[in-house]
């Protein structure tokens, strides 16, 4: 790497996804299980609110916490998902942005954070890009929440717990009284958990528990990303009660001096997003969820997951590592994602099932003679 270039940047390394598209840039028509975002688009009446944002000339920058109408929207959804009276709220660039700031404003070198393995790939390059250390807890192999693990790995460094339901890769839903587990051990060492709740509303066999229900010390990042299938938008929101108004001042400070406010226009569409009924795809996805995991039983282990769209399976046994089989299902023309660009361990792969029905059974049928290979 380059000399003039920071030491932090020596430790991230975005080589596993960027291996797999490499392979697979000759690919024609192929099986594409990789991307992870909705197969549908934005719902015309978002569309429509964007446009209308845009012609009525709400262009320019909104203050840093974000457009008060749309503010007052998202403290009325978090007060009735968590209860908390005044909960304090601010827009966000997306989850993602709202991850970045959580985790500049909280963590400083040496602090420890608690992340269930699997985790979402974000988690793990910021810590570390921040001097942190990322304490990894083993969710193998049923990928449910490891309560006895996470209350042995706490320590007097340990800043926060991050938990992530539904969970991407794996597509785990918690129940409410691995919920209630996880919190009472952060109440204990008065720890902050940060609640990753993205794909809350794929949701197929319970209701995903808000983690804010249950402890105050939660800083809840949600978002429209996926709901509303606005990925390129960039929308996302932040909120925490007032036993942490200093994070939140924090991250609106950094927020000032970084993405300085979400996109204006599409924070008036998010407002339409959050009156859009997105039960009838939620629905579609469950019914995509139960072709996929029928489609593969008996060819291969794997977990049923509970919610998003994503299915983390078990490489076959011929198969040294799940980097290998990757490798070989790509050259048969289906686009699948090592299981190491998420976990410590390189034992499965992730498919996600946001795919039209046709591709996936075009992808089971590939994948059906790999798993005999």
Not at 3 to 11: G, I, M, P, S
Not at 161 to 176: D, H, K, Q, R
Not at 185 to 193: E, F, V, W
Not at 207 to 230: D, H, I, Q, W
Request: aromatic content about 10%; glycine content about 6%; hydrophobic content about 40%.
């Amino acid at each position: 790497m380059a000399d003039y270039l920071a030491q932090r940047t020596r430790k991230i390394d975005a080589s596993g996804i960027r291996k797999v598209f490499a392979l697979a840039d000759k690919l024609q028509n192929p099986v594409n299980f990789s991307i992870g975002q909705p197969d549908f688009d934005v719902p015309d009446p978002i569309k429509q609110a964007a446009v209308k944002a845009i012609l009525d000339g709400l262009n320019r920058y909104s203050p840093t916490s974000g457009d008060a109408r749309l503010l007052e929207k998202v403290r009325s959804k978090v007060r009735q998902e968590t209860g908390w009276e005044e909960p304090l709220c601010m827009i966000t660039s997306g989850v993602s942005g709202g991850l970045l700031l959580a985790f500049m404003a909280l963590v400083d070198p040496g602090d420890e954070v608690i992340l269930i393995d699997p985790y979402f790939v974000i988690y793990k390059h910021v810590v570390n890009l921040l001097g942190g250390k990322c304490v990894f807890v083993d969710s193998y192999p049923d990928f449910r929440l490891p309560v006895k693990k996470i209350a042995q790995a706490v320590t007097a460094r340990t800043k926060m717990i991050i938990l992530n339901s539904p969970a991407n890769p794996t597509g785990t839903v918690y129940t409410e009284d691995e919920v209630r587990a996880v919190t009472e051990i952060a109440r204990k060492h008065d720890l902050i958990i940060l609640s990753d709740e993205i794909y809350d509303v794929f949701s197929y066999d319970h209701s995903n528990p808000c983690v804010g229900r249950f402890y105050e010390k939660t800083l809840l990042l949600k978002g429209f990303s996926k709901s509303a299938a606005m990925t390129g938008w960039r929308m996302g929101y932040a909120a925490c009660t007032k036993a942490l108004a200093p994070l939140m001042e924090a991250m609106n400070m950094i927020q000032q001096y970084t993405f300085v406010c979400a996109p204006t226009p599409f924070q008036i569409a998010s407002i339409a997003a959050l009156e859009f009924d997105i039960r009838p795809y939620v629905e579609q996805y469950r019914q995509k969820r139960d072709r996929l995991v029928e489609g593969l039983k008996g060819y291969y282990h794997l977990e049923k997951p509970g919610g998003a769209f994503y299915l983390f399976v078990q490489k076959p046994d011929w198969a040294a590592s799940a980097t290998e089989f990757v490798k070989t299902a790509i050259e048969n023309n289906v686009l699948i994602i090592p299981g190491n660009v998420f976990s410590e361990k390189d034992t499965h792969f992730r498919i996600s099932y946001a795919a039209t029905e046709q591709t996936i059974d075009r992808g089971i049928e590939i994948l059906r003679q790999l798993a005999k290979r």
